[in-house]
């Protein structure tokens, strides 16, 4: 992965590319007119899109690629907030953009990403002027919203087990490899690296999975299905 570049300067660092929308933009939403006139942007993979405390000048739309959203403890712990794929828009950046306020997470690009981007001005009159627009602006913050609500019950009532069985079985490429990190589980599901290296040589011991160097073997998948979905 190549070393995580913070992208301080939005509007003038992106690195703009020689095609236009109509050409980019092959997706299943159906995108108002205002987006004829964004920019198409590209970000490899372990670009810092946004940091903590920074203010927000653009509006995005995310085309193809993943980027992951964290929040960040002054101890150094993680949390994913939430993952925006092809087709979403951020609610973090859309909430800084109407309120003022600055971003309370990190953003980074977790695989090469291609978007959309919109200044704040055009953001704003469009916001003014165009109900189509509004429309697509709030119903895609609702969704995101309502998937950070299902981040928050799983934090605060699933089971560390339940929380990481999960993750394991998600990130098993082939079914049965999963190759993700502790750091990475770790934030994925809300707790600390300790914490998940403790149970995986727990679960270890018991023959649900095998621990190897760099990666995990799902021994038990069906056990890992029963605790996945046992709150």
């Not at 299943?28 to 899109?49: H, N, Q, V, Y």
């Not at 609610?91 to 003022?100: A, E, M, N, P, R």
């Not at 002027?129 to 009532?157: C, N």
């Not at 079914?175 to 403790?198: F, M, P, Y």
Request: include cysteine; charge should be neutral.
């Amino acid at each position: 992965m190549p070393a995580a570049q913070s992208i301080l300067d939005p509007c003038a660092r992106l690195k703009q590319q020689n095609y236009g929308t109509h050409v980019m933009v092959n997706h299943s939403r159906s995108l108002p007119a205002e987006f004829d006139l964004c920019k198409p942007a590209s970000m490899p993979t372990g670009t810092i899109l946004f940091s903590a405390g920074d203010k927000c000048s653009l509006f995005v739309f995310v085309i193809s690629g993943r980027i992951r959203v964290d929040l960040a403890s002054e101890s150094g712990g993680r949390l994913l907030l939430y993952r925006i794929n092809p087709d979403d828009t951020c609610v973090l950046t859309t909430s800084c953009l109407l309120s003022g306020d600055s971003y309370c997470a990190e953003a980074t690009v977790e695989e090469d990403v291609s978007l959309l981007t919109m200044p704040a001005d055009q953001f704003f009159s469009s916001m003014e002027t165009s109900q189509v627009f509004r429309s697509f602006v709030f119903s895609s913050f609702s969704q995101r919203l309502s998937s950070l609500m299902t981040k928050l019950d799983e934090v605060a009532f699933r089971s560390i087990d339940c929380r990481l069985a999960a993750s394991l079985l998600l990130h098993a490429k082939d079914g049965i490899t999963v190759n993700t990190t502790h750091d990475q589980l770790a934030a994925e599901i809300g707790t600390a690296r300790e914490v998940i290296s403790r149970k995986l040589s727990q679960w270890d011991a018991a023959d649900i999975i095998k621990k190897r160097r760099g990666e995990i073997l799902l021994l038990a998948v069906g056990r890992l299905k029963s605790m996945a979905d046992d709150r």
